[in-house]
């Protein structure tokens, strides 16, 4: 078992587990307040179809690879690395404005369900609010499962052991508990999400550059910006622990050193500006269905 991937597959999944896992408390505290607890089973299944296809979705990605040839494997997994950096980069930025009104934002939500008299819709914003978590999971973990090669089982491993875990501060919120402060949760675990895509993001410039290697093309950048092999190896110890997390090179290409390097200090800018909160949703007064 790989510490570095699997440490790498917990924060994933707890991170995501948590917003999705909250998503659900919400949603079930507020229908049982309002009255309408007999409807919970309805969350229940549209949170679980979402869970499935998540899945589904996943095993499909992580499957295709090495399904292809050169240079059309690199071309996907660099491609599957990217488009994962890209998504969690969007999540993150989301997730900062949306965690400020997101319970206001979700009872508006179970409001207009309820007032319409469309009980089943409560299983459609279930199924809506926890596939974007899903997706987003699916593609992350298989961005980070393909650029750990063998270590893609302790990325599994340790996603599964972090939606443990949510679900288990996601019921934790549901009967009351103030013992996190989400806020900070969300704060600190979206500086170590920044620093994952980043490495997906370089992983992603160096299989690029050997597609282009392999079709005879020389790309601006290709050469080793420098090897520090010999102090801090990415092959082993600490060095495959910091790969495994933080995309870690010991020789890394000056193009990929500089993506890393721009994507952290730039994501990292944005990311901890103080954020103005939203105006909160209008809500109507649920009434049962």
Request: glycine share 12%; charged share 15%; aromatic share 10%.
């Amino acid at each position: 078992m790989d510490l570095g991937n699997l440490t790498t597959g917990f924060l994933i999944g707890l991170r995501e587990g948590v917003e999705a896992a909250l998503i659900v408390a919400i949603v079930l505290a507020y229908v049982v307040r309002t009255g309408n607890g007999r409807h919970a089973s309805k969350i229940w299944l549209g949170s679980g179809a979402a869970i499935v296809v998540s899945i589904a979705l996943g095993l499909a990605i992580f499957g295709t690879v090495g399904a292809f040839s050169e240079p059309y494997e690199q071309a996907f997994e660099g491609s599957a690395m990217l488009l994962a950096a890209v998504v969690v980069t969007w999540m993150l930025f989301w997730m900062r404005r949306q965690s400020i009104n997101l319970k206001g934002e979700l009872q508006a939500s179970v409001d207009r369900v309820l007032s319409e008299g469309t009980a089943w819709g409560l299983a459609v914003l279930a199924f809506t609010a926890v596939i974007r978590e899903g997706v987003e999971t699916a593609l992350f973990l298989a961005g980070q499962a393909t650029s750990a090669e063998e270590g893609a089982g302790s990325v599994l491993v340790g996603a599964i052991v972090g939606v443990g875990a949510a679900v288990l501060i996601g019921w934790g919120f549901y009967r009351g508990s103030r013992a996190i402060d989400l806020r900070r949760f969300f704060r600190w675990t979206g500086i170590a999400l920044v620093f994952i895509a980043a490495g997906l993001l370089s992983h992603a410039v160096h299989e690029f550059i050997e597609v282009a290697e392999i079709a005879g093309i020389t790309v601006v950048g290709s050469q080793t910006a420098f090897d520090i092999s010999n102090v801090l190896s990415h092959e082993d110890g600490i060095g495959q622990f910091l790969r495994a997390i933080f995309g870690y090179s010991a020789r890394p290409e000056v193009l990929t050193f500089v993506v890393h390097v721009a994507y952290v200090v730039g994501i990292l800018a944005l990311y901890l500006r103080p954020v103005r909160p939203a105006p909160p949703a209008r809500r109507t007064d649920p009434v049962g269905v």
